[in-house]
């Protein structure tokens, strides 16, 4: 492989690397707009304008990192000398001339590439003093499509949007129109930008010219709160960053993972937090429709499942537990002598997120952990859904008050309601959880540490963004509770603990351990026939419905 | 110099030519024909020993540029005329695809023989209607006998011809902008490396060659390398050479000289200045060349005295200005023509351009400050070689060389708070 020096820092990079990403290797950012290493080069910014030299011979002029490929030893780039400063003080000059400057109410304010770079290439002065500034009258607040929201007064035109409709979501709803000074990013006529992949134009924009619907004036950003996450909108399990202000999430936004969603997420995914917004919220815990404490909640449960010896207990798990709170309600199913678990998921749209030569990751069920819930412990029973199957139950626990549509349906809840007793787990007061002997608030996957099992079988780790508020507790927290009233070995759990545990304990999850949990999620080993069964069920559910 | 008889134009004002028959009674197809009984490689090493340098502005050898084509045959090859001649002031390819279309095919026919492309496009400019008629006859002509088609006259060497007009962008006339349209794209320029001679047209190697350059061929294979190098100034600057001379002078048109002739020669080879008028000021190769001054009268118009001299020979479209010219309106129109004419992807030249036709106006106008002049020089430095293409360049040329050249005039427009020069009516509607 080539070696290249970037101001005095030598790497070794592959082949056809361009001078962008070696630069990234040797830790020099070289500044760009246009550039995006999933997009077509064209170099049309011209802010990575670098000084190169060939086995010491230095090329006639700046060249643009972004189309200068490394190909062989002896390149030398710079990026400091004062011929690339003055470049680069040029161009943001360029740059800004005839933006409107309105930092103040724009949206972008804060991570924005117009702001960082002025703040490290530019000047602090205009010389732009006596002509009047181009704008586009009438393009200042354009939505795009359902989701985007054009200002073309802050347009740089470097037209990743373009290339990314083009190019990744392969719809091709943006152009580039007129000419000049005066060229302009806008849809084709009669087209809208509805792809199902629309709002990532808004995450590659650099500046505030392209704004997400909705987003548009929630937050100034420097504000926001952001911890690393997972997408829980399907199976496929993106990785997102998730944005709040004091628990209140404000965005998602995808989070770099080449295994799984690449640099994308979909809108679907990125509307999928409203849920935590627009649903009642569990905030204490229920016993007989009446709030009351932790203790004596826990008590009523621990002694109902402790005197039900005989009587058929069951569990009613669900897509969206973690892997470790699946785990510790199969434990707890153990110990009840149950072998009746299972883990209703529903179909949803089949969302796809392309990727870099991989193929894409699709994802049609509706829940982020159907394959993990499954893995640790509450796969294997019979549908408790259907016909009469709860009726039987001395008791039913359903780990998940808004496992699915079905439980915010009023037959289904009269129909699990037949069980004798009837323990409900969740953050949502669903009709379920009203309906409930026993209703336990607990946190959603903003509030919890976890790990999800994504279509590919690979287990992804997530942090808690905000601590739950009022009585809600982590529901890992809560079985552990719960167990150590049957064995007291299982008192102090916490998400770290259990994932150890049960990777100790499940042939799947051998070898890993929280703290040694790659960024990208690692791979299972998933004996061939063990998770088929429901795999097998889903399609048949899927065909049926098609 | 007298005893220069004229390559190129000879057919000019031969109504005959314009047929097959009459072409070829005035010695028409005599290259081709030559041609096509020599190897490619050995058609190329002659028109490298010819030292024939592009017509279109850049004065890149033609021959090298043809052996730049990889000589494998995994993927077609085209070639591609540039008759999209939209530079101000230029309008030498008109003459000769309204005049003497078949000769432009010939030159096409042998190139491609040369560099085994089996497809050639003329990509015509929009408003040359009258060329593209001509030319699709003469097109239509050669293919009935057989000079086009499955077997160039019976050699079995395939090359069909096309005909492509433009739809009026200067920016198409840049190689890789051409190369966008011709399939069908944006008209704007591509980020180079890869070159078009590995990935021009539809991803295939295709050299791209002015008209003039091409019709130079025809002759290099009839005369052979070494008449043509005995035309001229030196060993790199060879060959007859078409000059557009335009603007005060008696007799403006296109005249054919051998290249490297003074431009006082051509100066009075068109009549001498306008009504007798001093000359003040001309721009020897087209909108994007910077502007000379009468010091410079006795230059020889040649691609490395006039690259010598501070400008360009480019497409060697000659404007000659007399005294009664603004320089500063002058330069704001042709800033104004290259602010029009940017595609508007790369940063310098969309702001850029733009921007200095604000400042230049404003100049122009009696609203110009001081330091506007100091301020144009910098904007001419951020623009130069930092834009994706040419055309920044381009667009600097001029007003680089007017604050260099004439500061004394722009000096004249700040302090009088006016334009010195009589006012047209019409500056604003884009006279």
Redesign the interface.
């Known amino acids: 492989m080539p070696k290249v020096t970037i101001n005095d820092r030598t790497v070794e990079v592959e082949a056809g690397t361009n001078v962008i990403d070696a630069g990234l290797k040797a830790g020099v950012l070289v500044p760009h707009y246009c550039y995006h290493p999933r997009l077509s080069v064209v170099g049309q910014c011209r802010m990575c304008l670098v000084e190169i030299s060939d086995g010491g011979k230095k090329m006639p002029k700046l060249q643009t990192a972004c189309s200068s490929y490394v190909m062989k030893d002896g390149w030398s780039v710079r990026t400091d000398t004062p011929e690339v400063a003055e470049a680069q003080k040029g161009m943001m000059e360029f740059f800004l001339i005839n933006h409107p400057l309105d930092c103040p109410i724009c949206d972008q304010a804060g991570e924005c590439g117009l702001q960082d770079y002025s703040f490290k290439h530019g000047v602090a002065y205009s010389r732009f003093q006596y002509e009047d500034k181009r704008t586009y009258p009438g393009r200042e607040r354009i939505p795009l499509g359902a989701n985007v929201v054009l200002n073309m007064n802050r347009c740089i035109q470097c037209t990743r949007c373009i290339r990314f409709t083009e190019e990744i979501a392969g719809t091709g709803e943006l152009g580039f129109f007129n000419r000049g000074a005066r060229v302009e990013i806008g849809t084709f006529p009669g087209r809208e930008l509805n792809n199902p992949l629309a709002t990532c134009v808004v995450d590659i924009c650099p500046v505030g010219a392209l704004t997400s619907t909705r987003f548009r004036f929630a937050e100034r950003v420097w504000y926001l709160d952001k911890k690393p996450s997972i997408c829980t909108g399907c199976e496929v399990g993106c990785n997102i960053t998730m944005e709040q202000r004091r628990g209140d999430i404000k965005r998602y936004k995808p989070r770099f993972n080449v295994e799984v969603n690449d640099y994308w997420m979909c809108d679907y995914g990125r509307a999928s937090f409203e849920r935590y917004k627009q649903q009642p919220r569990l905030s204490s815990p229920r016993l007989a429709a009446t709030n009351t404490g932790w203790s004596q909640a826990l008590d009523a449960v621990h002694s109902r499942i402790a005197g039900a010896a005989g009587g058929e207990i069951a569990f009613l798990g669900s897509g969206f537990l973690t892997t470790e709170e699946a785990y510790l309600f199969g434990k707890l199913a153990d110990l009840a002598g149950s072998q009746n678990r299972s883990v209703p998921v529903d179909l949803g749209t089949e969302w796809t997120i392309p990727r870099h030569q991989r193929p894409p990751i699709k994802g049609r069920e509706a829940a982020p952990n159907r394959r993990g819930a499954e893995l640790a412990g509450l796969g294997g029973g019979h549908d408790l859904l259907d016909g009469d199957a709860a009726a039987r139950c001395a008791v039913l626990v359903v780990c998940d008050s808004d496992f699915g549509k079905a439980a915010w349906d009023p037959e289904t809840v009269a129909r699990l309601r037949k069980a004798k007793f009837l323990v409900v787990f969740g953050w949502a007061d669903s009709p379920l959880a009203q309906a409930a002997d026993v209703a336990l608030p607990v946190a959603h996957h903003g509030e919890k540490d976890g790990t999800f099992v994504n279509v590919e079988w690979r287990v992804q780790r997530f942090e808690k963004a905000f601590p739950p508020t009022g009585q809600v507790r982590p529901a890992v927290e809560v079985l552990s509770d719960l167990l150590s009233r049957f064995d007291a070995a299982w008192a102090h759990q916490s998400a770290s603990t259990v994932f150890d545990r049960l990777a100790g304990e499940l042939p799947a999850f051998a070898g890993l351990s929280w703290r040694r949990l790659p960024a990208t999620g690692a791979s299972l080993h998933v004996p061939e026939a063990h998770p088929k069964v429901s795999d097998q069920a889903a399609e048949a559910a899927s065909e049926a419905t098609a | 110099m007298a005893a220069f008889e004229p390559v190129l134009t000879k057919n000019v004002g031969k109504p005959e030519a314009l047929t097959l028959k009459g072409y070829r009674q005035l010695g028409g197809y005599e290259g081709l024909t030559k041609a096509l009984t020599m190897e490619p490689d050995a058609i190329i090493d002659e028109v490298k020993k010819s030292g024939l340098r592009g017509r279109g502005g850049a004065g890149f050898p033609a021959g090298m540029k043809w052996s730049f084509i990889p000589k494998g045959k995994d993927k077609p090859k085209y070639l591609v005329c540039n008759a999209d001649e939209s530079e101000p002031g230029t309008f030498k390819d008109r003459l000769l695809m309204e005049n003497d279309p078949h000769q432009l095919i010939e030159g096409c026919a042998i190139c491609c023989y040369a560099v085994s492309a089996n497809t050639c496009y003329i990509y015509i400019r929009g408003e040359y209607v009258k060329s593209a008629v001509i030319l699709e006859q003469a097109l239509k002509e050669a293919y009935e006998a057989g000079i086009l088609g499955d077997s160039v006259q019976g050699s079995g060497f395939k090359l069909n011809m096309y005909i492509h007009r433009g739809a009026g962008?200067y920016?198409c006339g840049e190689e890789t902008g051409m190369l966008e349209s011709l399939e069908g794209k944006?008209g704007?320029p591509r980020?180079k490396?890869p070159f078009p001679a590995v990935v021009g047209a539809f991803g295939a190697p295709t050299v791209i060659n002015n008209v003039e350059t091409l019709c130079n061929v025809p002759h290099i294979l009839t005369h052979g390398a070494d008449w043509f190098k005995s035309i001229g100034t030196d060993e790199r600057n060879t060959g007859p050479k078409l000059y557009a001379i335009s603007g005060h002078v008696d007799r403006p048109g296109t005249y054919e000289y051998p290249i490297g002739v003074t431009f006082r020669e051509m100066l009075d080879g068109a009549g001498g200045m306008w009504r007798g008028r001093q000359l003040k000021a001309f721009i020897p190769g087209g909108a994007s060349a910077p502007i000379l001054k009468p010091d410079q009268i006795d230059i020889k118009m040649d691609f490395d005295t006039v690259a010598k001299a501070g400008s360009m020979l480019g497409s060697a479209a000659v404007i000659v200005m007399d005294e009664t010219t603004c320089m500063v309106r002058s330069v704001a129109r042709l800033a104004k023509f290259f602010?029009?004419?940017?595609?508007?992807?790369?940063?310098?030249c969309?702001?850029?351009?733009?921007?200095m036709e604000?400042?230049l106006k404003?100049l122009e106008h009696g609203?110009g400050?001081e330091s506007d002049a100091q301020?144009l020089l910098?904007i001419c430095?951020?623009i130069g070689?930092?834009?994706?293409c040419a055309l920044g360049d381009a667009a600097i040329g001029p007003v680089k060389s007017l604050v260099d050249r004439f500061p004394e005039e722009i000096e004249q427009h700040v302090r009088e708070r006016a334009c010195p020069f009589p006012q047209p009516r019409y500056f604003e509607n884009g006279a």
Request: aromatic share 2%; hydrophobic share 20%; proline share 6%.
């Open positions: 962008a920016i944006r704007q980020v490396p602010n029009h004419e940017s595609c508007g992807q790369c940063t310098p969309r702001e850029g351009t733009n921007w604000l400042v404003r609203e400050t301020k910098s430095k951020n070689g930092q834009s994706l």
